[in-house]
């Protein structure tokens, strides 16, 4: 089956300016990530800060320029012009984490998700009633909320706006970026339900992408794991959760609290903070903080070793890669 | 023996210009020594206001607070002048969720936390400063005596709450008040400052008020939790009774809707409707509008704290009828 939406090597990185007496150096944000998102699938994408998860997403979504790499809709490359990139983006569309801001606060609500279709050729009056449909269909009632501007409504209710934002231009894919962090833990448990009967209704495929371990594995069924701007780690959620193969992966498991106050975790799996992607080390990119580092994973990058549906970049999981623990548990 | 920390019928009202608010409602709570009280709730339940209020930090001109609050045998709502100031940052220490914001940027670690030292021991600068770096040994921030000289933003994000941490505990508080301490951080460095908090925690003996709303990290640092919602305690007891075994709906409720252990992919058991707005509570329980048990009962009167024989309060009058602790 073709993916509906793949991308290939897809790299960039910043120049930063350097201060007083220091030189300029790069961060590389993302590097080389290639996903598959199969139809009517959710894939979820997890890691710590600077992961390039969120740039990831923008980078597909146009928002800004990669340095390599391809996007592919369908199998088909995605051209560069602005013609290519509007109607990429009728096919694809986001929600992003902050609510308010990514609504204009002069628009109503009711506007504010008939703007697109206009923008992309609708007539005001059908890319109005579309926005109503869309309003009723997310739980929010037109007849209350239509005139409503942004600043009159919850966190809950302008994420739900933002969805049927997403929704109005008929995307098949929507790209969700920690789009329901933010809420309070009863109203994400409602969003998760509607992007699941959304998701049915519309025939949509997701990327989904959350630091909340729990929410990724509930709505996911594949999962990527990134660490500062790579793909470490890929498996369908299941496989992932219950047999995490990369080290990282594992600590990262097991750094989510217990729930259970019976059975408190003891040890903490990491130390230190995630290291900025500025600069970055030769070898493997987890090394300087791998519980399991090896000569080998200094000198030389693991490449995303691919065993049937699972792939992990391990020197671990690569029984002639020279790790003196290789092929043992890996 | 009385608690170190005993609340009766604390209440905190704001004036605003729409009127005055409740933000919390004869909230009764009680804390020994060496214990973590875990304080849950969504977003306006008033766990930070309580915070605050125990802080002695809410605006006094727009605030009206009621009820007793005792700190250590002494009435901490009359506190005034020197008695306040050794009090806030003395007694009692808190660390906020955004270390970046809650830290001055323009003085150093060590120059922060000697000047609360100072402040509060009397001590000379010197022995401010060694004490400063003591803390931050204490905290296991690496190299730290280099790190006495770092500002803020030459620290990451871990770090930054080290040192917050660091510096609540450098005054040797008696009550330790943390305002979800470790939101605002990746997953593998939450779990290191839990772990951190823990073990300081019961190395240095405070009463330690933890507000969060992670079930799972109250689950980690809580000996009793008590839940909020709409200004009021709705049910309170041991960790493993209040997260094991909920008893309230809101709890039920709450605990359904964090995904920990569902089947993944199935419906999740979602609480209705939204948190209540502080200005607009129904006259009876908060939660009745949400609630799949409400019965007319419910919006007759507040439901009063009712505490069981082992030990767990709940407010809910529908608690015989709906079959005790899940």
Redesign the interface.
């Known amino acids: 089956m073709t993916p509906v939406l793949e991308t290939v090597g897809l790299s960039k990185g910043f120049d930063l300016r350097g201060g007083i007496g220091q030189p300029a150096r790069r961060v590389q944000a993302v590097s080389g990530v290639s996903l598959a998102l199969m139809p009517g699938h959710t894939l979820g994408i997890v890691g710590?800060?600077g992961c390039g998860k969120s740039t990831t997403a923008r980078l597909i979504m146009g928002l800004m320029p990669a340095d390599a790499g391809d996007l592919l809709l369908d199998g088909k490359a995605v051209g560069t012009g602005g013609g290519a990139m509007r109607a990429f983006r009728r096919n694809v569309q986001m929600v992003f984490q902050d609510s308010s801001a990514s609504l204009n606060p002069r628009l109503t609500l009711e506007r504010s998700v008939a703007f697109g279709p206009q923008v992309h050729g609708l007539p005001a009056r059908e890319a109005n009633a579309r926005a109503r449909d869309l309003l009723a269909r997310v739980g929010l009632d037109p007849a209350r909320f239509a005139g409503r501007y942004p600043h009159e409504v919850?966190?809950?209710?302008r994420q739900r706006v933002n969805i049927a934002r997403a929704l109005a231009l008929q995307p098949r894919v929507v790209i969700f970026d920690e789009a329901v962090s933010a809420l309070?833990?009863?109203?994400?448990?409602?969003v998760?339900?509607l992007l699941?009967d959304l998701k049915a209704e519309f025939s949509l495929s997701y990327i989904f992408i959350s630091?909340d371990?729990?929410?990724v594995?509930?709505?996911?069924d594949e999962v990527v794991v990134m660490y500062l701007g790579q793909v470490i780690e890929r498996a369908p959620?299941?496989d992932l959760y219950a047999a995490p193969a990369h080290p990282y992966t594992r600590?990262?498991l097991a750094?989510?609290?217990?729930?259970?106050?019976?059975r408190?975790?003891?040890?903490?799996?990491?130390?230190?903070?995630?290291p900025s992607p500025i600069d970055l080390p030769p070898g493997c990119r987890f090394a300087p903080r791998c519980p399991l580092v090896a000569d080998v994973c200094l000198a030389r990058a693991p490449a995303l070793a691919v065993r049937g549906r699972h792939a992990c970049a391990c020197h671990l999981a690569d029984a002639g890669s020279g790790h003196p623990q290789a092929g043992a548990g890996a | 023996m009385t608690a170190y920390l005993s609340l009766r019928d604390l209440t905190v009202r704001f004036r605003t210009p729409k009127g005055i608010i409740t933000a919390i409602d004869r909230l009764s709570l009680d804390l020994n020594r060496g214990e973590v009280l875990g304080l849950i709730g969504?977003?306006g339940s008033g766990k930070s206001v309580t915070l605050r209020a125990l802080l002695r930090i809410l605006p006094q001109r727009r605030t009206i607070i009621g009820g007793q609050m005792m700190v250590g045998g002494r009435d901490a709502l009359a506190l005034a002048g020197a008695d306040l100031r050794a009090y806030r940052g003395g007694e009692v220490s808190m660390i906020f969720q955004e270390p970046a914001t809650a830290l001055d940027p323009v003085h150093s670690i060590g120059a922060q936390i000697a000047e609360a030292v100072t402040v509060h021991s009397g001590c000379s600068r010197a022995e401010a400063m060694a004490r400063a770096l003591e803390m931050l040994d204490l905290v296991r921030i690496?190299s730290a005596k280099a790190r006495l000289a770092s500002y803020p933003h030459e620290m990451?994000?871990?770090?930054r709450q080290r040192a917050m941490i660091a510096l609540a505990l450098s005054t040797r508080p008696r009550l330790l008040l943390a305002d979800e301490p470790t939101t605002a951080l990746?997953?593998?460095?939450?779990?290191?400052v839990?772990?951190l908090l823990r073990e300081l925690q019961r190395e240095l003996g405070m009463a330690t008020i933890f507000v969060t709303?992670?079930?799972?990290?109250a689950?980690?640092i809580?000996d009793r939790v008590a839940v909020m919602y709409g200004g009021r305690v709705v049910e309170t007891g041991?960790?493993?009774q209040v997260?094991?075994r909920p008893a309230h709906p809101y709890t039920r409720?709450?605990l359904?809707?964090?995904?920990?252990?569902?089947v993944?992919?199935a419906?999740?058991?979602?609480?209705?409707g939204?948190?209540p707005d502080p200005a607009r509570l129904p006259p009876g329980c908060a939660f009745a509008p949400?609630c799949a048990y409400a019965a007319p009962l419910c919006n007759a009167a507040v439901p009063p704290l009712v505490q069981g024989a082992d030990g767990r309060a709940t407010a809910c009058v529908r608690i015989g009828a709906i079959g005790g602790a899940a």
């Open positions: 710590e800060s919850s966190g809950g209710q309070d833990k009863s109203v994400e448990a409602q998760l339900n699941a630091h371990l729990n929410v594995r509930h709505v996911s959620a299941a600590a990262l750094s989510m609290p217990s729930h259970d106050p019976d408190r975790t003891t040890h903490p799996p990491l130390t230190g903070d995630p | 969504e977003s690496p990451s994000g871990g770090m990746d997953a593998t460095v939450q779990i290191q839990i772990l709303h992670d079930v799972g990290v689950a980690e809580s041991t960790a493993a997260l094991k409720g709450l359904a809707s964090t995904v920990h252990g569902a993944p992919g419906r999740i058991d979602a609480i209705p939204m948190p949400r």
